[in-house]
């Protein structure tokens, strides 16, 4: 049974303000109060003892969008105070208005409150992931910055065989001094990832459960714990596969359009990579993967298909291990 709210509270969420739309029932009309505050959680305190104080918690559902961290200090404040929050993604609110002309911060915030209060039958609690899980996502990013510019300073060595020794040399230390020291920095970053999940037990189980599958790494695995919250997100393997863009969808219409199953674009994009080299690497060193690969292609399946049908299986095994809190057990070796 969906819960009832009385006050539905929309944010829209920038980096220096938040404007805000309170939507409510009065006298069987809907109605809207709008104001405008700083983004930070002192605002965000002193405009809902102003505004808001009247009402009861219980009967007010704050809904914004997911704009990262520029929604922290508001997400930080609902959850210091017992607040009932609703984060969506910007995408699925924009759909959701249909034929929309013009836009201002004060028609978003607008949007907002109506999508909150029309698509209750959506509404999923948000809350706050543990603070390891933020440290991991920021140590992630930093790791994926880092081998980005070491990439970028790696293409220097390019010049080495184009030009003169004497060129190259003005710029051959530095080059090497830096690439150096983001190598370091690289090894720095993993070793505190590692640190904090060795810290957390719930953390550190899960990790362990995880990489005991054959194929999936420990940049993956901390990654899943990321993208699931510590498996707080999502119910279920079908509804990861769906997040990380692996779950094959039917295009089909009528008699005349039949069209291959297919993954959607809309997707956790790095998870999806992560778990392409994952399925490479299984094929090689799980024989049942390798076995069920060769049998497909045998078949005539398309090799990309089948290599996604190997991502969805390696999902799949994620969260049987979670399940279980056992290790990943290789039962294909007793099959006669």
């Not at 209750?120 to 899980?133: D, G, N, Q, T, Y």
């Not at 983001?182 to 590692?194: A, N, P, R, S, V």
């Not at 005349?256 to 399925?279: E, F």
Request: hydrophobic residues 40%; glycine residues 4%; contains cysteine.
């Amino acid at each position: 049974m969906k819960k009832i709210f009385n006050y539905y509270i929309g944010i829209d969420v920038s980096k220096l303000t938040l404007d805000v739309t309170v939507l409510y029932e009065s006298a069987h009309e809907v109605k809207t109060d709008y104001y405008r505050i700083e983004n930070s959680e002192k605002s965000m305190a002193q405009s809902v003892k102003k505004n808001l104080c009247r009402h009861a918690p219980a009967q007010m559902l704050f809904c914004m969008e997911n704009t990262g961290i520029y929604s922290l200090p508001v997400a930080y404040y609902m959850s210091e105070n017992s607040l009932t929050y609703w984060q969506v993604a910007s995408v699925e609110i924009k759909r959701s208005k249909g034929i929309a002309r013009g836009k201002t911060d004060k028609i978003d915030s607008k949007d907002i409150a109506f999508y909150a209060y029309t698509h209750l039958h959506k509404f999923r609690s948000s809350v706050m992931p543990a603070r390891s899980i933020q440290q991991l996502r920021l140590l992630f990013t930093e790791r994926e910055k880092t081998l980005k510019a070491l990439a970028l300073f790696g293409t220097t060595s390019e010049n080495k065989d184009f030009v003169s020794k004497d060129v190259f040399r003005v710029v051959a230390s530095t080059n090497r001094s830096i690439i150096r020291q983001l190598k370091q920095t690289l090894k720095l970053i993993e070793k505190k990832m590692l640190a904090i999940i060795a810290s957390d037990e719930k953390l550190s189980r899960q990790y362990k459960l995880i990489t005991s599958i054959p194929g999936i790494g420990m940049q993956t695995a901390i990654y899943i714990i990321i993208a699931t919250k510590g498996f707080d997100t999502f119910e279920n393997w079908r509804q990861l596969a769906c997040y990380a863009g692996v779950a094959p969808f039917p295009y089909q219409s009528g008699t005349s359009i039949k069209g291959r199953n297919r993954v959607h674009h809309l997707a956790d994009k790095k998870l999806k990579s992560l778990l392409n080299l994952c399925a490479i690497v299984a094929i090689r060193y799980d024989k049942e993967l390798k076995c069920y690969f060769e049998r497909k292609v045998k078949e005539g399946k398309n090799k990309m298909p089948v290599i996604n049908n190997i991502k969805c299986k390696l999902i799949s095994r994620v969260f049987a291990v979670i399940n279980r809190n056992t290790p990943f057990v290789n039962t294909f070796k007793f099959a006669s």
